[in-house]
């Protein structure tokens, strides 16, 4: 009886913590999101040479696909997370999460065209082709995952996954902080932001889903 009491608490805990990451994540992430999507984001779909600059016009057809798929990607990855959307609605979660997949490796595919025609040089190219491919790599493994019918390791590979979808956000959102607080040049903030905007949310996110299971 006892156990069974313990376990049940132990259950009602776990739902618990969950609601609250959902609300902590929400309240994080959504109005730089937001952010994002009102400074640069919808900037793009003004299709014209003021709105890309000189830098990216000649290339305006992949930016705005790589945009469109991102965006996309960044709205949909919140449902995926949603208990009553899995268990209630698990057809809809499945095709949510191929259109997340196609997504995620369309937009990695258009990322190496830009990447590969940065006039930047090679360490931010790196650090946006690394990104790119973190990014389609985490997503296959969620993929391959829950083919295998292992969940618990589909659910960690996706939040890692969504963790990179957010990092075309904190790039900018961060990039901006830096210009504020007269941090570096272009160039040096652009190199920074290419690798920072992944690596350290990567690794904080791998130190929370370890330091999690401690604790089980």
């Given amino acids: 009886m006892r156990n069974n009491i313990l376990a049940k608490q132990k259950h009602n805990l776990a739902r618990n913590s969950g609601k609250v990451s959902w609300i902590v994540l929400i309240t994080l992430f959504g109005p730089v999101v937001l ?7 919808g900037v793009y779909f003004k299709f014209s040479k003021e709105a890309y600059t000189d830098y990216f016009w000649y290339r305006a057809p992949w930016l705005f696909a ?103 956000v904190t790039f900018r959102f961060t990039e901006d902080l830096l210009v504020m607080a007269c941090v570096s040049d272009f160039a040096g903030r652009k190199i920074l932001m290419a690798w920072a905007c992944w690596s350290i949310p990567l690794f904080f996110t791998e130190l929370v889903l370890k330091a999690k299971k401690l604790y089980h």
């Fill in 35 to 41: 952010y994002y999507l009102c400074t640069r984001g």
């Fill in 66 to 168: 790589h945009v469109i798929l991102g965006i996309t990607a960044t709205l949909i990855g919140p449902f995926q997370f949603i208990p009553a959307i899995r268990k209630k609605h698990p057809l809809l979660h499945r095709n949510l999460g191929k259109i997340y997949l196609g997504c995620v490796a369309a937009s990695t595919f258009v990322s190496f065209y830009l990447v590969s025609t940065t006039g930047l040089g090679p360490v931010y190219a790196t650090g946006l082709a690394m990104l790119g491919i973190t990014w389609l790599i985490s997503t296959g493994m969620a993929w391959l995952s829950i083919r295998n019918g292992n969940k618990e390791m589909h659910k960690e590979w996706m939040i890692k996954s969504y963790v990179l979808t957010l990092s075309f």
